[in-house]
């Protein structure tokens, strides 16, 4: 749809009508529209920058930079000496030809930027420095499996600049775009998007995120109600320490219509007034209109939270999340402890038993697995670290740790890592077959070879499938950096159905896609060589479904 046929005094003309036509449950006195702002074209994710300069995004504009089929360019307003909203001035140094969504400000001169990938800008979010009344593009921000599967982008970064909360269509989504978090670990690396869970995201699609600066209460926008409606504003509520585990989400009092409300956030320093898009009257974009906010109180019981500053300077923001979802005070650092020494700990046999008895206690009744190095047998410091399908990790202290977070369901990947070995990846079933059981750990050495096996390619294509590829991608990208002498060849095979220069093409556009991912990660693209072999080299039978599936696979060889 467009809107360029719509002249702008027909649509001012509906917005005088407005207090009349309005399908909202308030008085029309309670909603104001911001009709300096408001176009024919669509208005969307607004955000305040420290000096009161509203940023917003503007879809389908004629003087966007990709003409009036873009998306969305970055465009901006600033009050006047009376208070009013000044005519909306057009970025293009924060645009690109694609879709352009303003997050957020670092600081009063640094801006985070989404962009959907054009203009040789890759799909992700993007850091900006300010210059006067010019922007300089600075770097992208690293963020682990970050995959936008859609055209809608929105997010929103938290005060503080440590955490973004954004909606996507990503890995471990319930239907369409779904939100999720992101923690800040260093000077631009952010950890992999985490769904917040099947309480706030649907089926349907859940949009435009906003949460308070306690973290407690976050506003998005979903249709998942249906009944021919547009997308209406709901809110939900922490209800532990967790960053998945929330209230069942309800519609806001104010604001919500027959049409779409989109972007419900804060608009003033006092928080006291929200500032939101509607398309009740607008055939179908969006427009801003300003509604006071409404404050939902913090659930009783996090407290804690209230009194426990979420970021501070002694510690990182992934830490203090690790902290958090586990109610824990110990640091997460790397298990530098054999099998043996685990072994030595003792309880206290002079407890009384009913008082000892405890989960701990049980997780250090099972039986220790002992990792080994293949070639001397002799035992290896290493470290564990959990994950589950949604990109979360955990380093873990000890193997007790990991049989007690066994009883959490979504732990479900296990990987073991040393310097100078080749990383383990398992799954739950797997650790526990091998329980009282060596693990052997292969020596990263020239000539030494394993089968990327759970690195998983959508059918026919160079694309990953799932979350778990991603896992195992950013173990390559640790073993890389954690081991900076060593080379590696990538080989691509498959098996030999179909044509075979086509097989040939994409077993090495397999092989790319993966050095590719280690490269934007920080490894040098010298130290990773690719070869496409097709379907020439089995390692199985081709006349069985079973060969087929192991002689589509992606190698890698320790080079000198």
């Known amino acids: 749809m467009s809107k360029t046929s719509y002249s702008f005094f027909s649509k001012a003309s509906r917005l005088s009508l407005l207090a009349f036509s309005f399908f909202f449950a308030v008085n029309a006195q309670e909603l104001i529209p911001l009709s300096a702002l408001n176009s024919p074209y669509d208005e969307q994710s607004p955000v305040l920058s420290p000096t009161d300069e509203l940023f917003f995004t503007v879809g389908f504009h004629p003087v966007n930079v990709g003409g009036p089929t873009d998306y969305g360019d970055i465009w901006m307003s600033k009050k006047d000496n009376n208070g009013e909203w000044q005519k909306p001035q057009h970025i293009p140094s924060l645009s690109t030809s694609g879709n352009d969504v303003l997050i957020g400000f670092s600081d009063a001169l640094t801006a985070l930027v989404y962009h959907s990938g054009n203009n040789g800008k890759r799909q992700g979010i993007h850091q900006y420095s300010r210059f006067g009344n010019s922007w300089n593009y600075l770097r992208p921000l690293e963020m682990g499996n970050f995959k936008n599967n859609s055209m809608h982008f929105s997010g929103r970064l938290v005060p503080g600049g440590s955490i973004i909360v954004m909606s996507m269509n990503s890995f471990g989504t319930y239907g369409n775009e779904d939100i999720y978090v992101s923690f800040k670990q260093s000077e631009n690396v952010w950890t992999s998007p985490l769904n917040l869970g099947p309480q706030v995201n649907s089926f349907a699609q859940e949009q435009t995120p906003y949460i308070t600066n306690d973290l407690q209460t976050i506003y998005f926008s979903s249709n998942v109600h249906g009944n021919n409606r547009g997308k209406d504003i709901y809110f939900s509520q922490r209800k532990s320490q967790s960053w998945e585990d929330w209230t069942l989400p309800q519609k806001i009092d104010l604001a919500n219509s027959i049409g779409s409300e989109l972007s419900y956030t804060i608009i003033d320093q006092n928080n006291e007034k929200a500032i939101f898009t509607t398309t009740q009257n607008s055939e179908g974009f969006g427009d801003f209109m300003v509604v006071k906010f409404e404050v939902k109180e913090p659930l009783a019981d996090l407290e804690v939270i209230e009194n426990k500053p979420f970021i501070a300077d002694s510690e990182s923001p992934i830490e203090q999340v690790d902290a958090m979802m586990n109610s824990s005070e110990s640091e997460n650092k790397p298990i530098q402890e054999t099998a043996a020494s685990i072994k030595e700990e003792e309880v206290n046999e002079d407890e009384d038993e009913s008082d000892t008895v405890s989960i701990s206690t049980a997780a250090r009744k099972r039986d220790l697995v002992r990792v080994i190095n293949s070639q001397t047998s002799e035992e290896v410091l290493h470290q564990i670290e959990i994950g589950n399908e949604r990109g979360l990790k955990k380093v873990l202290e000890s193997q007790n740790e990991l049989w007690e977070l066994f009883e959490e369901p979504q732990w479900n990947t296990i990987t073991i890592s040393s310097k100078g070995f080749l990383p383990k990846m398992m799954d739950k079933s797997d650790w526990e077959e091998i329980e009282g059981k060596d693990l052997l750990l292969q020596p990263a050495i020239s000539g030494t070879a394993i089968v990327l ?71 040098d693209f010298e130290r990773v060589r690719i070869s496409g072999w097709g379907g020439s080299r089995p390692v199985a039978d081709n006349q069985t479904e079973e060969g087929r599936v192991l002689n589509r696979r992606v190698e890698m060889w320790i080079e000198n």
């Open 453 to 523: 096996d759970n690195i998983q390619f959508n059918r026919g294509t160079s694309d990953f499938a799932d979350s778990k590829s991603i896992q195992v991608l950013d173990n390559l990208v640790i073993f890389m950096k954690d081991n900076s002498d060593i080379k590696i060849r990538l080989e691509g095979h498959t098996d030999n159905a179909g044509d075979p220069s086509l097989n040939k093409d994409l077993s090495m556009k397999r092989a790319s896609k993966i050095r590719g991912y280690l490269t934007i990660n920080g490894v």
